[in-house]
């Protein structure tokens, strides 16, 4: 009895060494490594084991809402008397029409509208004190371009505002402009003709006379 208890004492020394080896070289690769084994009595008899914890992830199946588009949209725009814009300036003409042809060989949507007498101004009282009525604006969303707009008019007004649709940032009460023409013309080229503005006026824009 005492020799088979001795062999019993000797095997399950053996079997810890074994474990405690191979656990130490586990330990030598992080990515291998396991928990120190934990030998404890079972009814009797001895059994390894291993403080092992499971977690358990609750996934949620069902998929999120997406997300609404709500934010509002940037448009930029210069604003001056309408005389100023549609009358005096030599070379206003003929930088919207070449836009609007460049717009058209490149399949673009248009950006950018003349819009008379804006609704958008009324949030504006510090530019509307300094303007002559009529007014006329150019309006775009691309600001850089309104930007190099701004250089090449100069006596305009610069600034920007949101709003939810086009609709509403192209809002305005259109008149219909007439400007007299002069006595005497010097220039090289041909004085504006009326209404040359009317296709960048906003879609379905009715004028009336005042």
């Not at 510090?126 to 250089?151: D, E, Q, Y």
Request: charged content about 25%; some cysteine.
């Amino acid at each position: 009895m005492l020799a088979s208890t001795a062999l019993n004492l000797g095997s399950l020394g053996s079997c810890i060494v074994n474990v405690s080896a191979h656990s130490c070289h586990l330990q030598s690769l992080p990515f291998l490594a396991l928990p120190n084994p934990i030998v404890k009595p079972f009814h009797g008899s001895w059994k390894l084991t291993t403080p092992f914890k499971t977690a358990v992830a609750a996934v949620d199946s069902s998929q999120p809402a997406q997300k609404q588009d709500t934010e509002r949209k940037k448009y930029y725009f210069l604003v001056a008397n309408a005389k100023f814009m549609l009358d005096e300036e030599e070379h206003f003409q003929e930088q919207l029409f070449e836009r609007l042809r460049l717009f058209g060989e490149r399949n673009m949507e248009q950006d950018f509208w003349l819009l008379i007498e804006p609704k958008f101004l009324d949030k504006f009282p510090n530019i509307t004190k300094r303007l002559k009525r009529p007014a006329v604006a150019l309006v775009s969303t691309n600001g850089p371009w309104i930007t190099f707009m701004k250089l090449r008019l100069d006596r305009v007004l610069q600034e920007s505002y949101e709003a939810d649709s086009l609709e509403e940032a192209l809002a305005c009460t259109p008149v219909s402009l007439k400007f007299e023409k002069p006595e005497k013309w010097v220039a090289p080229y041909p004085k504006y003709e009326s209404e040359w503005w009317t296709p960048f006026l906003p879609p379905g824009s009715q004028t009336s006379k005042v």
